[in-house]
């Protein structure tokens, strides 16, 4: 991608509506504030409009609302808290009518309520359309929170139909105009769980440090979160509404019939669309409530709990692969009624235990499922429910398929091609099913940027973890033709793009007439072969690193070079970065968690000089980062990608502070919740338009930040193993890119959030830094938790007394970590089978094989590390050798077993 200022510009050309000048101010900010003060908050609502401008929490100045841009968002067609939206229909007509408290405002009727418990109530006729409905508005002191409650009244002779009920909701996530300092210390942001009547909104700081916001259905009410509905608003260039440095806002909505039925038609929603027959003079309620997480993101479930909402956790997610059976931890007031899963055979329920709060199920997918699968859980008080499931392939056949799938379909070998592509494996539209062989966007189809390096990064990257001889094979000639040749120079730099827009240049080539030239990213060829972007060089250095790993576990798969010319063409690729013609390179750059990698392999391969002199271009960059406030910059204005190389860098050096500064903002945009499209899923909304087919502005689920935030969040749960938090919210978004494969195996960029769509993107695109996320992150982690006890994410678990033997399903198996133990396993080739360890973790056996269909490896190196524990363990196994700080185990058999053993 190019640089933040042509990143705006194109935004604003591409995506945004006109722009529109600033209107007369119809809040009524003039005539000031009326105070709401709870035992838990500090409100101000708007005195004319009775919309929400301010919430802190008591013994906080920290504003989740953008009070401070209160000014600029007070206009016509702006949403706050306390806006309503509706449609409604008398029974038996067709079209629906529209109900908006934002769209021509008035002010509202104050009037007096006799309940010592309202703060402020409001008649919203003059704001409102003139129809039957009469709605009247109230804030509550609900047990020291706020709560908003709306009363519906059909005040006509008809029976009405309500087919959509919607709360505005907003929040601090205005980036437009701030310094990355301000933005950090104003700013929040803010995920949904559409959970029905467990559903919730939760609110975290961008730091990731503070109290939390979570917002509930109101007690008493029928007030589900239905769907979540992104809302359009004027674009004014002050805030810059729906734009990359201002998302947007969405709606908690309680009904969705009307939109399902126009809008939305003939998309698969998360929750069954609803409506509410209101008869002639009767009267119904809705509301929520805002409770303040005083322990921050980790607090959000008790305090969740708290207000009478039932919680759910599930290991290992929300994203599980079919025949492997899941844990669900439920925790209600009132006892389960009955359990419904749709589609009704993907999913076998049984209820396992009970206990420490919660009602244990094992979930089994079964072994035709795949896809979307809703469970519903219905309570003896009639709330409902909704934990929203994705069942893959098992791990491992979705990495194969999607190997197979990149070297074959997505393989290009039309030699013929002037831009000299061939062969390599291209972007690819699966709608169309069709290599991507033209986009306006030059990257795109120029092999280059993450959304045209991606597809042959996935394909170099699975071969680390599970290769195989024909894919290598293939993948060794596209290094040959095209990658060291044509995406990289002789200087070992890389190329923005090696297609591009210039026909002058390309007089015997025809450009496609459909495709809009004119944009500045159609890039000729001079913009096109420049060198100049960091970001590029991740991607090259991690297919010859990948390429690397192969030769050295399977030597006989390589043919065109040896093991040693992969590490040093992935370490020359590296320095080159670091030079100071290449820009972004002192800032954290997109799977640059291999450089860890590839430093450690020139630490084993004891190629001495190599590895310090990475050391110290990794070492200064650290140290600038540690004297920075806010080190997590980009080429984006606001980002979520900076974080993962600064972590691993200040991490690596020492440099404590700056490493857990950076875990916590990861935190504040990256959530947990039941519903495997937002949990473990990191916060990015911006980059469809530079990968995707469908190009908007947009909250992406699953794009590559899961994956790669993931790193972060786990490595650190290896380091403080009792901080469970960093796991689930970790293996969640691991697990992100695994859902991103479909049964074909095309692997797509992201999944499409907004409820007029719910689809995968078409394109490939910048899938491939996602997979790096999957392939050096996937595991299985073993961990004992207060609550749950012995638990396993990515694998299954069997206690027997005081041992446990973990049998591995994560979609990689090479890696381990037992949490208890603090120690972290690993091997080279093969898989981990299974372990077991005793209570007293005296000794650890471990069993390696095979996989079974993949090219199979004579040996196996394994490293342990202890990353958290006190105690060192070294191989007891007769007959096996110490090789490049591990040890060197034989596969002859279909499986081995190799015993750890205490060294204390």
């Given at each position: 991608?190019?640089?933040?200022?042509?990143?705006t510009?194109?935004?604003?050309?591409?995506?945004?509506p006109?722009?529109?000048?600033q209107?007369?101010d119809?809040?009524?900010?003039d005539?000031g504030?009326?105070?709401?003060?709870?035992a838990?908050?500090?409100?101000?609502?708007?005195?004319s409009?009775?919309?929400?401008a301010?919430l802190?929490?008591?013994?906080?100045?920290?504003?989740?609302?953008?009070?401070?841009?209160?000014?600029?968002?007070?206009?016509?067609?702006?949403?706050?808290?306390g806006?309503?939206t509706?449609?409604y229909?008398?029974?038996?007509?067709?079209?629906?009518?529209?109900?908006?408290?934002?769209?021509?405002?008035?002010?509202?009727?104050?009037?007096?309520?006799?309940?010592?418990?309202?703060?402020?109530?409001?008649?919203?006729?003059?704001?409102?359309?003139?129809?039957?409905?009469?709605?009247t508005?109230?804030w509550?002191?609900?047990?020291?929170?706020?709560?908003?409650?709306?009363?519906?009244?059909?005040?006509g002779?008809?029976?009405?139909?309500?087919?959509?009920?919607g709360?505005p909701?907003?929040?601090?996530?205005?980036?437009?105009?701030?310094?990355?300092?301000?933005?950090?210390?104003?700013?929040?942001?803010?995920d949904p769980?559409?959970?029905?009547?467990a559903?919730?909104?939760?609110v975290?700081?961008?730091?990731?440090?503070?109290?939390?916001?979570?917002?509930?259905?109101?007690?008493?009410t029928n007030?589900?979160?239905?769907?979540y509905r992104?809302?359009e608003?004027?674009?004014?260039?002050?805030?810059?509404?729906?734009?990359?440095?201002?998302?947007?806002?969405?709606?908690?909505?309680?009904?969705s019939?009307?939109w399902?039925?126009?809008?939305?038609e003939?998309?698969?929603?998360?929750?069954?669309?609803?409506?509410?027959?209101l008869?002639p003079?009767?009267?119904?309620k809705?509301?929520?409530r805002?409770?303040?997480?005083?322990?921050?993101?980790?607090?959000?479930?008790?305090?969740?709990?708290?207000?009478?909402?039932?919680?759910?956790?599930?290991?290992?997610?929300?994203?599980?692969?079919?025949?492997?059976?899941?844990?669900?931890?439920?925790?209600a007031s009132?006892?389960?009624?009955?359990?419904?899963?749709?589609p009704?055979?993907?999913?076998?329920?049984?209820?396992?235990?009970?206990?420490?709060?919660?009602?244990?199920?094992t979930?089994?997918?079964?072994?035709?499922?795949?896809?979307?699968?809703?469970?519903?859980?219905?309570?003896?008080?009639?709330k409902?429910?909704?934990?929203?499931y994705?069942?893959?392939?098992?791990?491992?056949?979705?990495?194969?398929?999607?190997?197979?799938?990149?070297?074959?379909?997505q393989?290009?070998e039309?030699?013929?091609?002037?831009f000299?592509r061939?062969?390599s494996?291209?972007?690819y539209?699966y709608?169309?099913?069709?290599?991507?062989r033209?986009?306006?966007?030059a990257?795109?189809?120029?092999?280059?940027?993450?959304?045209?390096?991606?597809s042959?990064?996935?394909?170099?990257?699975?071969?680390?973890?599970?290769p195989?001889?024909?894919?290598?094979?293939?993948?060794?000639?596209f290094?040959?033709?095209?990658l060291?040749?044509?995406?990289?120079?002789e200087?070992?730099?890389?190329r923005?793009?090696?297609?591009?827009?210039e026909p002058?240049?390309?007089?015997n080539?025809?450009?496609?007439?459909?495709?809009d030239?004119?944009?500045?990213w159609?890039?000729?060829?001079?913009a096109?072969?420049?060198?100049?972007r960091?970001?590029?060089?991740?991607?090259?250095?991690?297919?010859?690193w990948?390429?690397?790993?192969?030769?050295?576990?399977?030597?006989d798969?390589?043919?065109?070079h040896t093991?040693?010319?992969?590490?040093?063409?992935?370490?020359?690729?590296?320095?080159?970065a670091?030079?100071?013609?290449?820009g972004?390179?002192?800032?954290?750059?997109?799977?640059e968690?291999?450089?860890?990698?590839?430093?450690?392999?020139?630490?084993?391969?004891?190629?001495?000089d190599?590895?310090?002199?990475?050391?110290?271009?990794?070492?200064?960059?650290?140290e600038?980062?540690?004297?920075?406030?806010?080190?997590?910059?980009?080429?984006?204005?606001?980002d979520?990608?900076?974080?993962?190389?600064?972590?691993y860098?200040?991490?690596?050096?020492?440099f404590?502070?700056?490493?857990?500064?950076?875990?916590?903002?990861?935190?504040?945009?990256?959530?947990?919740?039941?519903h495997w499209g937002?949990?473990g899923?990191?916060?990015?909304y911006?980059d469809?338009?530079?990968?995707?087919?469908l190009?908007?502005?947009?909250r992406?689920?699953?794009?590559?930040?899961?994956?790669?935030n993931?790193?972060?969040?786990?490595s650190?749960?290896?380091s403080?193993?009792?901080?469970?938090?960093?796991?689930?919210?970790?293996y969640?978004?691991?697990?992100?890119?695994?859902?991103?494969?479909?049964?074909?195996g095309?692997?797509?960029?992201?999944?499409?959030?907004?409820?007029?769509?719910?689809?995968w993107?078409?394109?490939?695109?910048d899938?491939?830094?996602?997979f790096?996320?999957?392939a050096?992150?996937?595991?299985?982690?073993?961990?004992q938790?207060?609550?749950?006890g012995?638990?396993?994410?990515?694998?299954?678990v069997e206690?027997?007394g005081?041992?446990?033997?973990?049998?591995?399903?994560?979609?990689v198996?090479?890696?381990?970590?037992?949490?208890?133990?603090?120690?972290a396993?690993?091997v080279?080739?093969?898989?981990?089978q299974?372990?077991?360890?005793g209570?007293?973790?005296?000794?650890?056996a471990?069993?390696?094989?095979n996989?079974?269909g993949?090219?199979?490896a004579?040996?196996?190196v394994?490293?342990?590390?202890?990353?958290?524990g006190s105690?060192?363990?070294?191989?007891?196994?007769?007959?096996i050798?110490?090789?490049?700080?591990?040890?060197?185990v034989?596969?002859?058999?279909?499986?081995?077993?190799v015993?750890?053993?205490?060294?204390?």
């Open positions: 991608m190019p640089s933040i200022h042509i990143k510009l194109a935004i604003s050309l591409a995506v945004l006109s722009v529109q000048c209107s007369t119809t809040l009524g900010l005539n504030y009326i105070n709401l003060n709870t838990n908050f500090n409100a101000k609502i708007v005195r409009a009775q919309v929400l301010s802190t929490p008591v013994e906080s100045s920290f504003d989740f609302l953008p009070f401070d841009y209160l000014p600029l968002r007070a206009h016509n067609g702006q949403y706050h808290w806006d309503i509706f449609r229909r008398e029974i038996g007509t067709i079209n629906w009518t529209d109900g908006n408290s934002a769209s021509a405002r008035e002010p509202v009727i104050s009037i007096n309520s006799s309940s010592t418990l309202v703060l402020s109530a409001s008649q919203l006729t003059p704001t409102l359309p003139t129809g039957p409905l009469n709605v508005r109230e509550i002191d609900v047990s020291g929170d706020l709560g908003l409650q709306f009363t519906f009244q059909n005040t002779s008809d029976a009405l139909e309500i087919g959509s009920l709360f909701a907003e929040f601090n996530s205005i980036f437009t105009g701030r310094a990355a300092a301000r933005m950090q210390a104003l700013c929040s942001l803010s769980y559409i959970g029905m009547h559903g919730y909104i939760r975290t700081p961008t730091s990731g440090t503070g109290a939390a916001l979570v917002v509930t259905p109101l007690n008493g007030t589900p979160l239905e769907a992104n809302l608003e004027p674009y004014y260039d002050d805030t810059a509404y729906g734009s990359q440095t201002f998302e947007g806002f969405y709606e908690w909505q309680v009904l019939k009307s399902a039925e126009t809008e939305w003939g998309v698969e929603p998360w929750n069954e669309p609803s409506a509410l027959t008869e003079g009767e009267v119904v809705f509301g929520v805002f409770s303040v997480a005083k322990e921050g993101v980790r607090g959000i479930d008790d305090t969740i709990r708290d207000t009478g909402t039932p919680v759910a956790r599930a290991v290992p997610g929300y994203i599980i692969p079919r025949g492997v059976p899941a844990r669900l931890f439920l925790s009132a006892k389960v009624e009955s359990i419904v899963v749709e009704a055979a993907a999913l076998m329920v049984e209820e396992y235990a009970a206990g420490s709060g919660y009602t244990v199920y979930v089994t997918p079964s072994e035709t499922a795949w896809g979307r699968v809703r469970l519903m859980v219905l309570y003896a008080d009639e409902i429910q909704a934990m929203h994705f069942v893959t392939k098992p791990g491992t056949e979705a990495v194969g398929d999607l190997g197979g799938f990149l070297t074959t379909e393989w290009f039309d030699i013929s091609d002037p000299g061939a062969p494996v291209m972007t539209d709608e169309e099913r069709a290599i991507v033209q986009d306006a966007r990257w795109v189809a120029g092999l280059s940027d993450e959304a045209g390096a991606g042959f990064l996935a394909a170099t990257m699975k071969q680390a973890v599970q195989n001889a024909d894919e290598v094979a293939k993948l060794e000639t290094v040959n033709a095209v060291f040749k044509t995406i990289q120079t200087e070992f730099s890389v923005k793009s090696i297609f591009f827009y002058a240049a390309m007089p080539y025809t450009y496609s007439s459909d495709i030239w004119t944009a500045w159609s890039w000729n060829k001079d096109s072969y420049a060198t100049d960091a970001y590029d060089y991740v991607h090259v250095a991690a297919a010859y990948a390429l690397y790993r192969v030769g050295r576990a399977y030597p798969l390589l043919s065109s093991w040693d010319w992969y590490l040093d063409q992935a370490y020359s690729t590296v320095v080159r670091m030079e100071s013609d290449v972004y390179n002192r800032v954290g750059l997109m799977g968690t291999v450089f860890g990698e590839i430093l450690a392999d020139l630490t084993r391969e004891s190629e001495t190599k590895a310090q002199t990475f050391t110290e271009l990794m070492r200064s960059r650290a600038q980062w540690d004297s920075e406030e806010i080190p997590y910059g980009s080429e984006m204005a606001w979520s990608t900076g974080q993962e190389g600064v972590y860098w200040t991490k690596y050096f020492g404590t502070d700056s490493a857990a500064k950076t875990v916590n903002s990861v935190l504040g945009y990256m959530p947990t919740v039941p937002w949990n899923n990191a916060r990015r911006w469809n338009i530079y990968g995707g087919k190009e908007r502005i947009e992406q689920i699953h794009h590559y930040g899961s994956g790669l993931a790193l972060i969040l786990l650190a749960f290896r403080n193993p009792t901080d469970t938090y960093l796991l689930r919210a970790g969640g978004g691991t697990s992100g890119p695994l859902s991103s494969i479909n049964a074909d095309f692997a797509a960029a992201s999944f499409h959030s907004f409820p007029d769509t719910l689809k993107d078409g394109y490939s695109g899938y491939g830094p996602n790096v996320g999957l050096l992150g996937s595991g299985t982690y073993v961990v938790e207060e609550e749950l012995i638990v396993a994410y990515g694998g299954v206690v027997d005081a041992i446990v033997k973990v049998t591995t399903t994560d979609p198996r090479r890696r381990v970590f037992i949490g208890t133990l603090g120690v396993i690993e080279d080739a093969g898989i981990i299974e372990f077991r360890y209570g007293d973790g005296g000794s650890i471990v069993t390696l094989s996989l079974d993949v090219t199979k004579e040996a196996a394994i490293w342990i590390e202890i990353t958290s105690v060192n363990y070294i191989v007891s196994t007769e007959g050798v110490s090789e490049r700080g591990g040890w060197r034989p596969l002859s058999a279909d499986s081995v077993v015993e750890l053993q205490s060294a204390s």
